[in-house]
């Protein structure tokens, strides 16, 4: 899917000036983009606008099928939030086929597809222990999983790496980035590491966002 975003804007009700003033991308199927830019910037809003969590006040945001139809990336996206959201009693594994079963009902292609994912973040041997026993990198791994899981074409990523030390968001990315081709990647990160291994790089200042040679 390719994720296009056309003029647009958003300001916060009784905030001065907008938040986003005029932001246009042209995302191509399989890429995976790195959005930066200092704190306060917009980058959450911006995720938010993309993925339909915040209603679009002014411009056009679409994912773009081979065939040129257009689909709300709400439907087509699997989000990998800044906070984990897990559900605690659940073991790692059963979390991972909740994104599994967003896009399939067979039970045995969901458990391959679990099991799967969680090997490629590391966590194959953690798959029976609830969450509520994983540290906070762990639940992020899974949370990643879990999108991994759901094979959605689009992953939006909201400082998906920010809790992780770097070895285990090396592991991470290595299992995002491996899905890049067949999907394609948004992520919100601080760590030039991580930025930099993305296939471009958006800086959002000043309400616009540009692309970082
Ligand atoms: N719900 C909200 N209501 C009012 N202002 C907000 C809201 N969410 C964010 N903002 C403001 O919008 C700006 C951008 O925030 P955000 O998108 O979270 O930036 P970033 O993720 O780059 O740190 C900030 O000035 C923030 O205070
Ligand atoms: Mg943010």
């Not at 830019?37 to 809003?45: A, F, L, Q, R, Y």
């Amino acid at each position: 899917m390719r994720l296009v975003v056309r003029s647009l804007r958003h300001a916060y009700p009784g905030a001065g000036s907008p938040v986003l003033d005029g932001v246009d991308v042209d995302l191509p199927a399989g890429t995976a983009a790195a959005v930066v830019g200092p704190s306060g910037s917009g980058k959450t809003t911006f995720m938010a606008l993309l993925g339909g969590l915040l209603p679009v006040q002014d411009g056009h945001v679409a994912a773009v099928d081979q065939d040129g139809r257009e689909h709300r990336v709400a439907d087509v996206a699997s989000w990998v939030l800044q906070t984990v959201s897990l559900l605690p009693a659940r073991t790692a594994l059963d979390n991972v086929l909740v994104g599994a079963w967003a896009t399939t009902a067979d039970m045995v292609v969901a458990r391959q597809r679990a099991e799967a994912a969680l090997a490629d973040v590391g966590l194959a041997a953690r798959a029976k222990d609830p969450a509520r026993v994983l540290s906070g990198g762990e639940s992020q791994r899974v949370a990643i999983a879990r999108a991994m899981a759901s094979q959605r074409p689009v992953i939006l990523a909201d400082e998906p790496t920010g809790q992780l030390d770097a070895a285990t968001s090396a592991i991470v990315l290595d299992g995002m980035l491996a899905a890049r081709g067949e999907r394609t990647v948004v992520m919100v990160t601080h760590d030039a590491e991580v930025a930099a291994r993305c296939d471009l790089v958006l800086e959002l200042r000043d309400g616009r966002l540009r692309e970082r040679s």
